[in-house]
């Protein structure tokens, strides 16, 4: 069973172009969620999805910033017109589903590190 | 300070000594879970303690939880070099969505 797969590991962008992260969870979980890292930080909540549906987006930017995770297919994170204040590791995790919240652990994929250059 | 504040920020100790990691938190949580990271890497889930719950093992570590002091303490015995890494605590909040609010954690470095 693989773990958490993330995919690009590096992603160098110019200012102005587009990011897209992908993220395909553990097998047979279907909660997801994406988090950032700013460099010698913790990380930021950003967005928790279950298939076709964005439970919570608190924690993400409201410009420029996107997440879906369709019924076929990894979820996706995607960051339009980066900036430089967006170089960070952004990692996905993901839960399986039918579980007490209280007893959930999530499942960390090893991260994407953007650079903005 | 934030939700899940770790200390200290780094630690330096030999290889067979104990490390102790504290985490304070702010809110109710419904539990606190501790994550390692070794430097460029992913996050690997260690243990994760109940808000009913006041201490939990898992080989060489014991994770204690007070919430009438809303802390909880990592304990690694005989560390090793290999334990290298930086420690976060994670809460998930009373009443949220799944999220999990992370502290800034504490580097650790194992000398050999």
């Known amino acids: 069973n693989a773990g958490v797969m993330q995919n690009p590991r590096h992603l160098v962008r110019r200012r102005g172009q587009e990011a897209r992260l992908r993220c395909s969870p553990m097998k047979g979980h279907s909660h997801v969620y994406w988090y950032r890292q700013l460099p010698e930080e913790g990380l930021k909540f950003m967005v928790y999805l279950q298939k076709e549906n964005i439970i919570d987006e608190s924690g993400m930017p409201k410009e420029r910033f996107s997440a879906e995770f369709p019924k076929e297919g990894p979820s996706i994170l995607r960051i339009q017109q980066v900036v430089r204040g967006d170089s960070a590791a952004y990692f996905c995790?993901?839960?399986?589903?039918?579980?007490?919240?209280?007893?959930?652990?999530?499942?960390f994929g090893q991260g994407t590190r953007l650079t903005v250059v | 300070s934030q939700q899940g504040e770790e200390d200290p920020q780094a630690l330096s100790i030999q290889e067979g000594e104990n490390a102790t990691m504290n985490c304070s938190y702010k809110t109710s949580i419904n539990n606190l879970q501790w994550y390692r990271q070794n430097s460029g890497r992913g996050l690997v889930h260690l243990i994760l303690?109940?808000?009913?719950?006041r201490e939990k093992h898992s080989g060489r570590l014991r994770v204690t939880l007070d919430t009438s002091k809303k802390s909880s303490s990592l304990l690694i015995t005989a560390s090793r070099a290999a334990d290298t890494a930086s420690y976060f605590c994670a809460t998930g909040l009373s009443g949220s969505a799944r999220q999990l609010t992370f502290g800034s954690g504490t580097q650790l470095t194992v000398l050999p």
């Open positions: 995790a993901s839960s399986p589903p039918g579980r007490s919240w209280v007893e959930t652990e999530a499942f």
């Open positions: 303690i109940r808000s009913n719950e």
